[in-house]
DNA sequence: CAACTGAACGTACGATCGGTCGCATGGTTT
DNA sequence: AAACCATGCGACCGATCGTACGTTCAGTTG
């Protein structure tokens, strides 16, 4: 489905093109994608439907099927809101710490109350999802993929500043930020398995990873 | 329900119970579950269906229905068969090494050509599973979880014995344990991604877990 | 022999799936 | 004014889902 942008040529357009269909239609979306991340974080992106979403929220089926358009699209954008709000509520309060281990320690707080709190009430979004669409080729997938794989640079990169401050014995950063997101991922599982140390032994990994020397 | 599964009870056992009926449902159970399990190591345990199973095997839906009775039944009998193969490939084969580190070690060589070969051609059947039902409570998680569990406990055990014997630093064993599972896993969705250097990165972790205080 | 049992099939059911079509509405453009 | 467009709805399609029921057949047991 080719989108509505391709229109948006106009010679001289000094007006801000405030079409009010066109907020409505977005406002429609962020409802419905909102409740999907929600659902997708419990059933999977797979076990996502239009009919529902539809019902969920009180709309015809039809009626999400025209703002999607496919499934695929619903889930590509259910991906993505799941990716801002990610963003939000993990990477952009981390970068207000200066980068190194102190930022690293924000960053997995931040992670820990996400895989916990109720952002998403299935727990991690990717930690559902890569899992149901690494053998799948396909958009979904590598959205999903290019996600974990820019957090896991975050870490990498975080973890190299933190080598650099001294703050942490020399290491390979890009093996330690695999397994400090293996450790996260493996977290969240425990945690919806109910195992209630997950938390304190995913910190005592972090503190094993800033300083290995001494010991 | 009651399922004829629990009444395998030869009360004289001289008897040799050989109901040649009974002999052919085994059969057929276990050429369906041996499909199930690669359907389900791709599409998920949710993703079975009785109708694919049997159209894929030249059965009838109600044949297979028969055999297992509810959707749940199958989904249990295939998981169960998954454990069976895993034990078969893995846990088997390092049981002849000395337990510590060359069990160890021979658990990680078998486990990761185990993720990378045809055993299940979606790859480590637990990564994909686990997910999909850690939010989902009933009989099928708990199987799952179960088994994540043994298989953990079989990692902390073997640390712990090559600890005692010399063969690597004093460390906490359940946590080291967990490390190393989450690194499996992460692995094993990586390999899954395509990143092709995931198999010497795991080796390297399981060699600073054996060996880190010679440095 | 008759009575019973498990495997396997065929059929049918209600539900849900993703998707298509037509149509009405209201805002936008010309 | 007319032409156009995105939204949203209702109805419907073909497919597939899990499950239930009845029946046939082969093997076991009394």
């Not at 059933?43 to 709309?59: E, I, M, N, P």
């Not at 979004?125 to 799948?136: E, K």
């Amino acid at each position: 489905m080719s989108e509505a942008v391709s229109d948006q040529r106009p010679v001289s357009d000094q007006r801000p093109v405030a079409d009010q269909r066109l907020l409505r239609g977005a406002r429609s979306r962020r409802t419905i994608v909102r409740h999907a991340v929600d659902v997708a974080s419990l059933k999977g992106l797979t076990g996502l439907s239009l009919g529902r979403l539809a019902t969920d929220l009180g709309l015809s089926k039809s009626g999400v099927q025209t703002l999607f358009g496919t499934k695929e699209n619903l889930q590509l954008a259910t991906a993505e809101a799941a990716r801002r709000a990610f963003v939000d509520a993990v990477v952009r309060p981390a970068l207000a710490a200066p980068s190194g281990a102190a930022r690293l320690r924000v960053l997995v707080d931040r992670w820990v109350d996400y895989a916990q709190a109720p952002l998403f009430p299935g727990g991690c979004f990717w930690s559902a999802n890569l899992a149901d669409f690494d053998s799948r080729p396909g958009p979904v997938r590598d959205a999903l993929a290019r996600h974990q794989r820019d957090w896991r640079d975050l870490l990498a990169g975080t973890l190299r500043d933190a080598v650099e401050a001294g703050e942490a014995a020399s290491l390979d950063a890009d093996l330690a930020a695999f397994q400090l997101d293996a450790v996260l991922l493996a977290t969240n599982t425990a945690l919806r398995l109910g195992e209630d140390d997950a938390v304190p032994r995913a910190r005592r990994v972090l503190d094993g990873l800033l300083a290995p020397p001494v010991r």
